[in-house]
């Protein structure tokens, strides 16, 4: 079977928040979305994840039109339902009321058998100053690995 796809990544994700724990969903799409989003068009860096009465949905992501002849197009920004086992939806609601976390995509990717999924993380927001640790723990790796290579 071919490797999982990833069809939008969020690399800003990491860098402003400290995910916590990763759990993966289902999403509701239509067909031309699907299409756009083999082709790799779709942005989710402004995205979130956020409760609808009992349900999860996800915000702000877009999926560009696949095609402009397209009989019926889709609307680009329109929220999306993900689908999740109610045990699992109810512990994250459970950590967003409680614990003040947010639900961020961190990737829309397609499994092995071809269904798009999105890898959503629990986490928390970083204050400038953690971010900046983050940038000298990763500066220093950096500069001890190429002291190592050096050294032999």
Do not use: C
């Amino acid at each position: 079977m071919p490797p999982p796809q990833i069809a939008a990544q969020n690399r800003k994700a990491r860098h402003e928040f400290t995910v916590v724990e990763v759990i993966e969903a289902g999403i509701m799409l239509v067909g031309t979305e699907v299409k756009s989003l083999r082709a790799g068009k779709a942005t989710i860096t402004e995205s979130y994840a956020g409760p609808s009465g009992d349900e999860l949905w996800l915000y702000n992501a877009y999926i560009p039109e696949y095609q402009t002849k397209m009989p019926f197009p889709h609307e680009t920004r329109r929220p999306r339902k993900l689908l999740l086992r109610r045990r699992q939806l109810a512990k994250l609601m459970g950590a967003v009321n409680k614990e003040g976390m947010t639900l961020i995509p961190l990737d829309i990717h397609f499994n092995e058998r071809g269904i798009a999924k999105v890898n959503l993380g629990l986490a928390k927001g970083k204050k400038l100053h953690d971010k900046r640790e983050a940038e000298k723990k990763r500066d220093w790796s950096r500069e001890k690995a190429r002291l190592m290579r050096e050294k032999g």
